[in-house]
Structures are given as C-alpha cells and as structure tokens.
C-alpha cells in the first residue's frame, strides 16, 4: 500500500522560504506522478505543482510559478516543494498526492494517494 509522509511544514514571516518534502513508499513510482496540492481554510484544495516522475515535466499553478520549484530525489522516492517570496495567501494544509490516472496532472481526479498534509502558515 502505498504510503506519503509530508514534512516541512511551519510558520514563517512574508517573504520567507520553505522546503516541504514528501516520502514515498510501499510502490513503484517510476510511471507515477507525484503532486503537490493546498487548502486553505474555508476553501477548496487547489492544485500547486506536479512532476512526471520518468520525464521530470513539471506543472506549476499560475499563483505559485516563478516562487516555487517542483524537483525529485529518484533514490530516495521523495519530492520536494521549494517555496520561496512566500505570501500570507499562501497559507493552507499542503497535501502530497502520487498517481497516474489519465486526466489532467492538475487535477485531484489524477491521483491515487494522498498524504494527511502539512501546515504552512505565513504571517504578514
């Protein structure tokens, strides 16, 4: 059964940096994409970034590109989220997810599995 551990999750101030990571185990990822989603409380959870584990293609939201950097530890089954100019909007649970179903990698209906998710905060 395929498992996601998030980690690195906190509180920072406007304009910080985070790295949030993410542990994958008990599969084969190799033909997986692996995800990055966010909710915000009283909102619905948004897609933030994916990768194509094989090809290294990369999706970005358009409220996060050029702040935050999707990349993989092949090793490691791990993926990381590099946020960088981070903005109180940006506060929300961070939730993994790996799959690799046919719709749209920016779509929840993608993935298959999902981790219990990180707190970011951002403080102004």
């Known amino acids: 059964q395929v498992q996601l551990v998030e980690s690195g999750g906190g509180l920072v101030q406007a304009g910080g940096s985070l790295r949030l990571s993410c542990a994958a185990s008990?599969?084969?990822?190799?033909?997986?994409?692996m995800a990055w989603f966010r909710q915000a409380p009283g909102k619905e959870r948004e897609f933030v970034s994916a990768?194509?584990?094989?090809?290294?293609?990369?999706y970005y939201a358009g409220s996060v590109k050029g702040r935050f950097t999707i990349s993989r530890d092949s090793a490691q089954n791990t993926v990381y989220l590099q946020m960088n100019s981070l903005k109180p909007e940006d506060t929300a649970l961070y939730y993994c997810?790996?799959?690799?179903?046919?719709?749209?990698?920016?779509?929840?209906?993608?993935?298959?599995?999902w981790g219990q998710g990180t707190q970011v905060t951002v403080s102004s």
């Open positions: 997810a790996v799959g690799m179903r046919p719709q749209r990698a920016t779509s929840e209906q993608a993935y298959d599995a």
């Open positions: 008990g599969g084969s990822f190799s033909n997986n994409r």
């Open positions: 990768i194509t584990w094989s090809s290294g293609t990369k």
